[in-house]
Structures are given as structure tokens and as C-alpha cells.
Antibody, heavy 119, light 110 residues
Framework: QVQLQESGPGLVKPSETLSLTCSVS????????WSWIRQPPGKGLEWIGY???????SYNPSLKSRVTMSLDTSMTQFSLRLSSVTAADTAVYYC?????????????WGQGTLVTVSS | QFVLTQPPSVSAAPGQKVTISCSGS????????VSWYQRLPGTAPKLLIS???KRPSVIPDRFSGSKSGTSATLAITGLQTGDEADYYC???????????FGGGTKLTVL
């Protein structure tokens, strides 16, 4: 059974870059979509983007200018970088795997990690 | 603010049935699959329904999904206090080229 675990700094300063890693265990990363989703405190879910196992990313148009996702060549983790952060980027960040090899909808989720943007 | 529209809250008594609606457009629900997620307090979202009406094997058959036109519905029967959670619908939006979610519906089991 696949397990996902987010890791990274819990506090980021305004204007800096947020960097998170999702470690994947229990399953191969091949043939799946790997996503990042976030949830600001008291608000709903927001899709940040996904990266396909072949390395092709797709980003939320509202965040596209600031987002970069990458897949580790070891195929055991993938990463998120969000630049020029503001307080509005404070949220619980989740990584997730597609429900099936052909689905972009998240199926398995990590436990989430809270990132606070503050000086 | 959210591309998909859900009621902010619903409530029902234990043992009863509740439905949660999710309204969209032809660029999302109308022509793409809908998923439903349950987020229990303090936990990560869990997939309840995929492809409009398919239930993962670990999800009880008390949960069901349907779609008609540009709207989708999640139904929960035999409500239990443990069902109290936030529920979200999601669908791919072909115009935005993005996965979009509803704002979430808080279920209270009275």
C-alpha cells in the first residue's frame, strides 16, 4: 500500500521560496499522476498542480507563474517549489497520488504539513 | 470563489439520509468525472467516490454518488456520528486545465 509523507520547513518568510518534498514508499512512482493540494486555515481545498511520472507537469493557472514541481530521478520522491510567498500561501500542504494510473484525481494522500508564511 | 458550488452545511439525525449537491458547468462536471472526498477533523482528505459513482472497496455502501448534467450528488444513508466531517467534490475543468474543488460542505449529525 502506497504511503506518502510531506517534509519541509514549517515557517517561511514573505517573498521567499517554499520548498516541500513528498517521499513515496510502498509502490512504484511509475504510471501515476503525483499532485500537490493545499488547504488554507478555515478554507477549502486548492489544487496546486501535478507531475506525471514521465516528468510532465501541469499547474493551477492561478499559481503557474510561481510553481515548479519536479520528480526525483530515483523515483522515490517529488517536490514542490512556490516562489515569492505571502501570508495568503499559509496552508496545510498535501501530496497525493492519482486514484489510478490514468486518473488525475487524488486517491491516496499524505498526512499534510502546515506551512506558515510569516516574518 | 470556487468553480464548483456546494452548500456550506447540511445536517440530519443519526440513521437518516443526507444528500450533498455539487453544481458546476459543461467545462467541468458536465463533461468530466466527479470525485468526492471526506475530511474528518484533523485528518487528510479521503477518497469516497471516484468516476461519478465508483466506491473504493474500503468505503461502505452507505456512501453513493451520482451525476446528472452539470450537477453531482453525494448521498449518505444510515448516518452515524462518525460521519461528521467536511465533504468536497472535485472535477477536472477542461477550460481552465485544472482540477477544481467545491468549497466544501460541513455535515453535522444531530
Amino acid at each position: 500500500q502506497v504511503q506518502l509523507q510531506e517534509s519541509g520547513p514549517g515557517l517561511v518568510k514573505p517573498s521567499e521560496t517554499l520548498s516541500l518534498t513528498c517521499s513515496v514508499s510502498g509502490a512504484s512512482m511509475r504510471s501515476y499522476y503525483w499532485s500537490w493540494i493545499r488547504q488554507p486555515p478555515g478554507k477549502g481545498l486548492e489544487w496546486i498542480g501535478y507531475i506525471y511520472y514521465s516528468g510532465s507537469p501541469s499547474y493551477n493557472p492561478s499559481l503557474k507563474s510561481r510553481v515548479t514541481m519536479s520528480l526525483d530521478t530515483s523515483m522515490t520522491q517529488f517536490s514542490l517549489r512556490l516562489s515569492s510567498v505571502t501570508a495568503a500561501d499559509t496552508a496545510v500542504y498535501y501530496c497525493a497520488r492519482g486514484r489510478s494510473s490514468s486518473s488525475r484525481h487524488p486517491g491516496d494522500w499524505g498526512q499534510g504539513t502546515l506551512v506558515t508564511v510569516s516574518s | 470563489q470556487f468553480v464548483l458550488t456546494q452548500p456550506p452545511s447540511v445536517s440530519a439525525a443519526p440513521g437518516q439520509k443526507v444528500t450533498i449537491s455539487c453544481s458546476g458547468s459543461s467545462s467541468n462536471i458536465g463533461n468530466n468525472y466527479v470525485s468526492w472526498y471526506q475530511r474528518l477533523p484533523g485528518t487528510a482528505p479521503k477518497l469516497l467516490i471516484s468516476d461519478n459513482n465508483k466506491r473504493p472497496s474500503v468505503i461502505p455502501d452507505r456512501f453513493s454518488g451520482s451525476k446528472s448534467g452539470t450537477s453531482a450528488t453525494l448521498a449518505i444513508t444510515g448516518l452515524q456520528t462518525g460521519d461528521e466531517a467536511d465533504y468536497y467534490c472535485g472535477a477536472w475543468d477542461s477550460s481552465l486545465s485544472a482540477l477544481v474543488f467545491g468549497g466544501g460542505t460541513k455535515l453535522t449529525v444531530l
